[in-house]
């Protein structure tokens, strides 16, 4: 029995990162993450800060750090508008590290400044997960 798939474009301001078939997605909406699977009711979705696991047929997965943007479904089409969106494998989890030194370093003076600072953490200790998953930094043995 064929895999119910339906069709998916991940883009940002560079261009097209992914097009192509999938039998399901998880996105990192700003409240959470949404799963979205083939048939579903029209959605559109405010895209926050994390992972992005693009289920292709025969289970195998791509997987990507997003952050900010909009992704849309409709009639089995999904489509992703992406402010950042970087492969996973090409995460550096030391690079990583360096980015939530220095978001954990933001100004926390005001209550905008907080919420500006946690947001920018939140997303970017989903990121550092992603990079330790894939094994990719100093000191890494893959």
């Not at 048939?39 to 952050?67: F, K, M």
């Amino acid at each position: 029995m064929a895999e119910k798939c339906f069709h998916c474009e991940l883009l940002t301001a560079d261009g097209r990162v992914w097009d192509g078939e999938v039998t399901s997605a998880v996105l990192p909406a700003i409240d959470g993450q949404i799963a979205i699977f083939v048939n579903r009711l029209p959605v559109l979705v405010a895209l926050g800060g994390g992972a992005l696991r693009l289920t292709l047929p025969g289970s195998e997965e791509a997987l990507y750090y997003l952050v900010g943007g909009t992704a849309r479904m409709e009639e089995n089409r999904l489509t992703i508008l992406a402010d950042e969106c970087i492969a996973a494998t090409r995460l550096d989890s030391h690079d990583v590290w360096e980015e939530l030194s220095e978001a954990n370093a933001m100004p926390r003076g005001t209550n905008e400044e907080v919420a500006i600072r946690e947001t920018r953490l939140m997303a970017l200790r989903e990121k550092f997960k992603l990079a330790q998953a894939q094994g990719r930094g100093k000191g890494s043995s893959r």
